[in-house]
């Protein structure tokens, strides 16, 4: 059973910044799309970034030249860069790896979340 483990999280000032790290305890990356996810409080999970197993990247409008999602297949490990945080960014993280398969069911982990709160 592969499992994805978030970290990273924590309380930030606004106009501060976080890393969050999603690490797989296969050796599975490689094959898989992965995916920063989040949710607010009493509002549906938003999806944040994505980086496909071909490394194009791309992210929500409302993150655009702040965030910057990465991946690192040989430590099973992707990466949510989060600069100059604003309060609307306070939510918890999930981490997502989806593997798309033809003609089969697609293969999909979730993380357990992480909560990033920016408050002053």
């Known amino acids: 059973q592969v499992r994805l483990v978030e970290s990273g999280g924590g309380l930030v000032q606004p106009g501060g910044s976080l890393t969050l790290s999603c690490t797989a305890s296969?050796?599975?990356?490689?094959?898989?799309?992965v995916a920063w996810y989040r949710q607010a409080p009493e509002k549906g999970r938003e999806l944040v970034a994505t980086?496909?197993?071909?490394?194009?990247?791309d992210s929500a409008d409302s993150v655009k030249g702040r965030f910057t999602i990465s991946r690192d297949n040989a430590k099973n490990t992707a990466y949510l860069q989060m600069n100059s945080l604003k309060p609307e960014d306070t939510a918890v993280y999930y981490c997502?790896?989806?593997?798309?398969?033809?003609?089969?069911?697609?293969?999909?982990?979730w993380g357990q979340g992480t909560q990033v709160t920016v408050s002053s």
């Open positions: 980086i496909s197993s071909d490394y194009r990247t």
């Open positions: 296969g050796n599975i990356f490689k094959n898989y799309d």
């Open positions: 997502n790896a989806i593997r798309l398969r033809m003609g089969a069911p697609n293969i999909e982990y």
